[in-house]
């Protein structure tokens, strides 16, 4: 992409992201549903993904599919034109959004990691995601600390991906509002991933029969149900599912891209040794339970000190690595 145009399509995601943090909590959300087609309000062509209700009004959730932003808005503002799965993805063949889902489902047939895993090998950085999976731990604020004080003078807000559960959102409710201001305070730019509602595991169930893959698991809620719990608490649903234990089949990837949604793996899960290269998509947890992890995390920022000072090392926006990546398949 230019420079031109890559800067303009930065300025347009900063604006939405703006409009994000001025969204309202949707406490009386009825009938949260799929829904496919073509929205539009000049100059922008808009995706639907999914339509609502609260207190008399209908909304829509709508991914810009240039920027693979995302934003909730009042459907009368837009003219829309319902349509199905597959002509929705016909319609926006072209773009960076369509792409990208097209080159997950070709890398779908893995157990374990499937989704993209890596941005561009170009980048001098990384894209950081931490999961908040079910805990009984606190969040581990170590990770939000250091990394602003990290990045304040060089990269302010610091981009970042949390991949939520539902269950999670429900157990810590102060370390979601500690989250938000700092989101709302300029500190950190959250990227919000679905991670499942429930996060099941099992200790002893082999891979293919684990996780999402567990006989009986409703897929629709655990997806659905997670971004209705996001509404609710004020955060904007991504484009981006995370596979609780990064476990999926080819059948489970494509529900998931049948919500519209991209998979997002890692290349670099620090507490499992892996090293993160310059583009890595690095996974850590930041529920509490793999604080090796995050010490990993705390001193691989340290190693970096003076390549940040002289932003030769930055964190990158999971959307804009992945706009990349979907551009450098053509």
Request: charged share 20%; hydrophobic share 40%.
């Amino acid at each position: 992409m230019n420079t031109p145009i890559k800067f303009l399509l930065f300025i347009l995601l900063m604006c939405s992201f703006t409009l994000v943090h001025a969204q309202q909590n949707f406490l009386n959300i009825t009938n949260y549903r799929v829904y496919y087609g073509w929205a539009h309000n000049y100059p922008q062509d808009w995706v639907v993904l999914r339509k609502f209700e609260n207190q008399s009004k209908e909304y829509l959730l709508l991914v810009n599919p240039q920027t693979l932003q995302t934003k909730v808005n009042e459907s009368s503002f837009y003219q829309v034109k319902p349509m199905t799965l597959a002509e929705t993805r016909t319609f926006f063949k072209s773009t960076p959004y369509e792409k990208v889902i097209s080159k997950v489902e070709k890398h779908s047939v893995s157990i374990q990691d499937a989704g993209i895993e890596r941005g561009m090998p170009t980048e001098t950085g990384i894209s950081l995601t931490a999961d908040l999976c079910p805990s009984h731990r606190p969040l581990d604020r170590r990770i939000f600390t250091t990394m602003i004080a990290e990045f304040q003078k060089v990269e302010k807000p610091a981009p970042i991906a949390l991949s939520v559960s539902g269950l999670w959102m429900l157990k810590h409710k102060e370390d979601l509002e500690w989250l938000k201001k700092l989101r709302n305070d300029g500190e950190i730019r959250i990227t919000w991933v679905n991670h499942s509602y429930n996060h099941r595991v099992s200790k002893t169930a082999p891979l293919k029969m684990n996780f999402l893959l567990e006989p009986g698991t409703d897929i629709n809620y655990e997806v659905l149900a997670t971004e209705e719990l996001m509404l609710k608490n004020g955060l904007v649903p991504s484009i981006f599912f995370r596979f609780p234990g990064l476990v999926s089949d080819q059948q489970l990837v494509y529900k998931i891209t049948d919500f519209g949604l991209i998979p997002i793996g890692s290349d670099a899960w620090l507490a499992k040794g892996q090293q993160p290269q310059a583009g890595s998509i690095v996974l850590i947890h930041g529920n509490g339970n793999e604080p090796v992890g995050v010490n990993d995390f705390i001193k691989l920022l340290q190693s970096k000190t003076k390549q940040i000072a002289n932003k030769q090392w930055l964190l990158y926006d999971l959307r804009e690595t992945v706009d990349e990546d979907a551009e450098s398949s053509d």
